[in-house]
């Protein structure tokens, strides 16, 4: 079974400093990794996303991360944060479907790292 | 665009009733999955439907239930409610792919409080 690891609960940040949220997966085959932001009572929102190629991805809000096989990570980088980037940000792990059936499997999560932004 | 649209947003039911929560995709998504996420387990796996049919299951009791229109809008269904069934429940939909990863989004979600 698949499953997601952030070693991290909390971090603080100052406003301006750079970012770096770890993801550590479990998965027997190549995984499909996303990185999802989560404000206060709101849904999830999609920051980015690993399926093959490059493993340097950039998404939305300035992010980025980092596919690394070798050491099963997936780490979530911004180099510079600002105050509105405080949320809970989650990594997952998704089997997806390889046949012509397509769907898409459940995603496995991980517990969440909240992000405080100090001014 | 519309994004992934769920009703209600928030409500309050009683132990012992049953409640229904309903998830319209985005346009063109014809997969619909459904999370539950609580404080202390995190966000889990409920069920995801793809043309009407339930593909995959996570580990949850017979209370909870889902289905699929032929629209592609999905319910999911909770009966004799417990304490515990309180939680943000999460629908997320996807543009089925002949192949590879498939970009799942979320919606705002309702909030369910079982008093």
């Known amino acids: 079974a698949q499953s997601v690891t952030q070693p991290d609960i909390h971090i603080t940040v100052s406003e301006g400093a750079s970012l770096e949220l770890r993801c550590n997966y479990s998965y027997g085959a190549t995984p499909y990794l996303f990185w999802y932001v989560q404000s206060p009572g709101q849904g999830l929102q999609l920051l980015l996303k690993y399926f093959s190629g490059d493993t340097l991805v950039q998404g939305i809000k300035g992010f980025e991360a980092e596919f690394k096989r070798s050491q099963s990570s997936f780490n979530l980088r911004k180099p510079s944060v600002h105050w509105s980037d405080a949320a809970e940000y989650f990594c997952?792990?998704?089997?997806?479907?390889?046949?012509?059936?397509?769907?898409?499997?459940?995603?496995?999560f991980g517990k969440g790292t909240h992000l405080i932004i100090q001014p | 665009k519309a994004g992934v649209t769920q009703t209600p947003r928030y409500l309050i039911k009683t132990r012992g009733q049953q409640v229904t929560l309903s998830c319209s995709p985005i346009?063109?998504?014809?997969?619909v999955s459904w999370y539950q996420q609580t404080p202390g387990q995190g966000l889990q796996f409920l069920f995801e439907?793809?043309?009407?049919?339930?593909?995959n299951k996570g580990n949850f009791p017979g209370r909870f239930s889902g289905r699929q229109f032929s629209n592609s809008r999905s319910e999911m269904n909770v009966s004799t409610l417990e304490l515990g069934d309180s939680a943000l429940y999460l629908c997320a939909s996807s543009f089925v792919a002949s192949q590879g990863g498939n970009t799942i989004y979320f919606g705002e979600g309702s909030w369910l409080t079982v008093v």
């Open positions: 997952a792990v998704g089997a997806g479907r390889r046949d012509s059936g397509g769907g898409a499997d459940g995603l496995t």
């Open positions: 346009s063109g998504h014809r997969s």
């Open positions: 439907y793809f043309s009407e049919t339930q593909r």
